[in-house]
């Protein structure tokens, strides 16, 4: 069973939108941090967004700030990434990962990951 389960992605014109979801099963989602992380091709996984546990506030990356915007259900113990006026630059495979503390950008604190989805923006 997954602990971390993502939807969502696919191909999209720029200046469209997409919605990812996050299915998290291996904690009580409220009580943690969900980070979205991108990685293009040939490149390192960069860290996009977090949405600290308890409602705390969320980050954002320069680069989608403006344009991104994350939410959470804790009831249902899921995770959303907006996407919209998405540029080719923001092509890559896109993760969600969970971990029961405060946000982190660095991929390397982050127990619980995502299956990772294709978004792919192109004309």
């Known amino acids: 069973q997954l602990q971390v389960a993502q939807s969502g992605g696919g191909l999209v014109q720029p200046g469209g939108s997409l919605r990812l979801s996050c299915a998290v099963s291996?904690?009580?989602?409220?009580?943690?941090?969900v980070g979205w992380f991108r990685q293009a091709p040939g490149s390192e996984r960069e860290a996009v967004s977090c949405?600290?546990?308890?409602?705390?506030?969320?980050n954002y990356d320069r680069s989608v700030e403006g344009r991104f915007t994350v939410s959470r259900d804790n009831a249902k113990n899921m995770a959303y990434l907006q996407m919209n006026r998405l540029e080719p630059e923001d092509t890559a495979i896109y993760y969600c990962?969970?971990?029961?503390?405060?946000?982190?950008?660095?991929?390397?604190?982050?127990?619980?990951w995502g299956q990772g989805t294709q978004v792919t923006v192109s004309a």
């Open positions: 291996a904690f009580t989602l409220a009580d943690g941090a």
């Open positions: 990962a969970a971990r029961t503390t405060w946000c982190s950008s660095a991929a390397s604190d982050y127990p619980y």
């Open positions: 949405s600290q546990p308890r409602g705390a506030g969320v």
